[in-house]
């Protein structure tokens, strides 16, 4: 029992080692500190994750720095120091904001949506408090990454380097290995898993309340309530360790990423918001390999919507887009070139050779079409298997099909483009990988996990349109 309690404790130190610094940044941010002190705290722990961890990775990889309690401190401390000085200084108008968006949750939707949310996160912390991980990649992955980077004190591992050592998946990015290195080395823990598992079950709670600010003010708070409640009645985003956010996999974190920095992205026009948006994306792209790919995808429609957006509203476009897109773009494109740079003289172990090599060749092109038509079947299967996923499947579409109204508007056509984005880089690898049918076993809810914080608040849009509050409070953006 006292273990229990002291790995609950450390455990919340370890989280508020990421919201702290994340607060500060969020300062910066005037749509972001005018959220109730709870939403702004779940954009703070990704902000904090991208910052803390992303910083940490430049620093030893260009600077040499090690990674020593001292780093994540200096890293941690700055921007919740600076965030508090700022706090303090308008603290006037900061206390007059947050009494106007406290959430008040009188709604039966909303206390029902509350009450299964608090319910499925006790779960979670409970698990992760208690057992060791048990899922394949996580354990083979990124928590042996964790180990062999702490050890070494550097992200230059030799051990990840060098073929002298059998290693899969070694250019995976290292982000999320690096922020439970934060946690350990700060508080000096050793490796028990137990002790960083809750920061990967932290996203959970941080997603259900990124949905229920964005869909509350895309379709309103009824829309929103529920929008939460059928997400947390999911079996894959809770429970499923695979991917799901009890496991040690990347593929939550990075749905949290992505998700939050396009909609960050849609919700405001601001050059602070394009930096926070920029961060929040960058840390998709140092998340996962998949997550490059998606960010500069994220960064296009968004730009696009907005050449659309101001064409119609007959300001100046270009201008408009540079203002917020192009410091996100700026970062993006600055933590694609760090991990080419980080990842280039890496040894190529065998999972990558077969995969790359498969890309260079003109058989594999011609093969494309009947390689993604074998791999249908099984994502069929996996998209409508009841224990992953229950119903989602059937309730989503014919939400959207009573709520169809929603799609006039450009937000919620940009954010139901984001929620293909990751599904599309799936069947793409589906359609060039030798193996289609296994390789969708085991990936195809993942790229769904990654999509569905858009997906869900293109969902929360259709119940609004279909219950009539379309707007939300946003109409016609």
Known sequence: MRQDVARLALSLAGILLFVAPGLGLAEAVRPLRRLPLAVRSAWAYLLGVAWVAGGAYVASHVF???LKRGLFLWL???????GLAAALLRRRDAAREASSSRIRPRDPVALAALAAAAFVCAGLYAEALRNPLTDW????TWFAQARFVREAR?????????????LTNRRYPLLLPLAQIAVQETFDLSDDERTVRPLYATFFPAFLLLLWSGAARLAGRR????AVLAASVVPYFAFWNHGGASGGYSDFPLACFFGAGGL????????AAGLAAGLLLAGTALTKREGLPAAVACLAVVGLRELLARRREGHGTLRTVAIHVLPAFVLVAGAGAFFAHWASDIVRDGWDDGYMQSLRNLDTWRAFGPRLSRAVPRVLRESFDPAQWGILWVVLPATLLFGARAFRRPRVRALAILALV???IGLAAYGV??????LAAVTWGRFLIQASLPTFLVFAAGLGAALGNGSGGDRGR
């Open 422 to 424: 990751s599904p599309a």
């Open 433 to 438: 990988h030798w193996d289609p049918p296994a």
């Open 137 to 140: 990649d996580g354990r083979m």
């Open 223 to 226: 829309a929103a309530s529920l």
């Open 64 to 66: 040499g720095a090690s």
């Open 76 to 82: 941690a401390v700055l921007p919740a120091l600076a």
């Open 154 to 166: 550097t992200v230059d591992a030799a051990v990840i380097r060098k073929d002298r050592w059998y």
């Open 264 to 271: 960050l992205l849609l919700l405001s026009r601001t050059p």
